[in-house]
């Protein structure tokens, strides 16, 4: 059984078009992150959700729509997708109060291509 | 604010070399520390933890020590063998902080047969 779950793992969509990653995990979680992971590898976070509350959002233009149906769900949808877009997405999950403790799991990751 | 600051990459290796790659953080209070590796094409797999001054992570024959005197969590393997080959990530999480994790940049390791 995967931990994190992310569905798609390769994206490849043309400028304007709108996509979504789905993200789900079976670890009883009760926060949820997505990062966004640039060409050189950098890592930076885009937004926490704790139990379906948003307690993170990272600057993050307001193109991308963070969902979280339920604590154990946290979806990504991206509006009139740009070529700047082009990177890795990782969802993680983390028990709330203990991540210092257990730190974070991650999902595979999807790769999104803009072209 | 937190931050990590990792050696720059990347580091080229022949097998059953000696392994240091260095990490220093600036926080408040007393974060984790974190060692993470990704393997080509893959997601982020938690190599290490130490969660308290002078703890010592390890796992898979990696080891790092927590520094407080010197701020740093640098990662260490004896001998390193081909399957070592990946990006490694040294990250912080401050609780009772930003509540995020904080990576580096990460540091490329090849290691050559």
């Known amino acids: 059984d995967t931990a994190v779950s992310q569905t798609p793992k390769y994206l490849v969509t043309q400028m304007g078009n709108d996509k979504s990653i789905k993200c789900e995990q079976n670890l009883g979680h009760d926060t949820m992150y997505w990062y966004k992971q640039d060409s050189k590898k950098f890592l930076k976070i885009m937004f926490s959700y704790n139990n379906k509350e948003l307690i993170i959002n990272e600057t993050v233009p307001n193109r991308f729509s963070p969902k979280s149906p339920d604590k154990a769900h946290l979806n990504l949808h991206i509006n009139s997708l740009e070529l700047g877009d082009s990177a890795v997405y990782f969802c993680a999950s983390s028990p709330r109060g203990r991540q210092g403790v257990y730190g974070y799991t991650f999902g595979s990751g999807t790769r999104l291509t803009v072209v | 604010g937190n931050s990590v600051t990792q050696m720059e990459g990347p580091v080229t290796l022949s097998e059953e070399a000696f392994l240091t790659i260095n990490c220093t953080y600036t926080?408040?209070?007393?974060?984790?520390l974190f060692w993470y590796v990704q393997y080509p094409g893959e997601g982020l797999q938690l190599l290490l933890k130490?969660?308290?001054?002078?703890d010592k992570g390890s796992n898979k024959g990696f080891e790092a020590t927590y520094r407080k005197e010197t701020t740093s969590f640098h990662l260490e393997k004896g001998s390193v063998q081909v399957s070592d080959s990946a990006v490694y990530f040294c990250?912080?999480?401050?609780?009772?902080?930003?509540?995020?994790?904080?990576f580096g940049k990460g540091t490329k390791l090849t290691v050559n047969p």
């Open positions: 926080a408040t209070g007393y974060p984790s």
């Open positions: 130490a969660t308290k001054a002078d």
């Open positions: 990250a912080l999480f401050n609780q009772g902080g930003s509540e995020k994790l904080v």
